[in-house]
């Protein structure tokens, strides 16, 4: 699991990032608000770990700004006690709130919590088979042929957009939005490239997709069904 961990108190980052990674996470740090949200927004985090007074922008701002296009749990760290900045905090879209100074068994263990919370359920089709490719969503595994596929991070999380969401038309907007952020959504060539490569690695043929398709003008489509994707071309 990866967690962005955002506070301007560099002496707190180290020391909360050693704990963390002791724990088996992986942590990306930022130091200010601009860079927790440029972090949010590139680097996919599945959980954001934030003070309040951070410079550039504060803590509601950056949850505000990522409660626009994403809802990865966020638990604020932070100095403040006064109820209306709780209020504040959550109203705005934070999970949980915790007081510093604060015991570091309890910040584990309300990760943990969120952790559990955002998980995916058995109810999720963890695993999807189309043509001679299995893809392990819980385990963001992809074979070919029974071979590992080695996928970029991008690229993975394009192809587990579409494949949560078989057979409906996803808008570029909308991929745009979940992949690259609130801020690259008219840049469609982004698309283009990274859907091509996905079916340079996945597709039967390449030029002549029948799962993961095109609907011109308007999004992408992943089909498990050659016949309907001979339907709805490519």
Known sequence: ????????????????????????????????GREALD????????????????????????ITAVRGWSEMPVLVISGRAESWDKVEALDAGADDYVTKPFAIDELLARVRALARRSAPTGTEAPTIQFADVRVDLANRQVLKAEKPVRLTPTEWRLLEELLRHPGK???RETLLTSVWGPLYTTDSGYL??????????LEPEPSHPRHLLTEAGMGYRFVND??????TGA
């Open 1 to 32: 699991m990866r967690i962005l961990l955002a506070d301007d108190d560099r002496q707190m980052v180290r020391a909360l990032s050693i704990s963390l990674r002791a724990e088996g996470y992986e942590v990306i740090t930022a130091h200010d």
């Open 39 to 62: 972090a949010a927004t590139h680097q996919h985090p599945d959980l954001i770990v934030l003070d309040l007074g951070m410079p550039g922008l504060t803590g509601v701002e950056v």
């Open 169 to 171: 038309l996803i808008t």
């Open 192 to 201: 283009r490239l990274y859907m091509s490569q996905l079916r340079k690695k």
């Open 226 to 231: 050659p016949g309907l994707a001979a339907e």
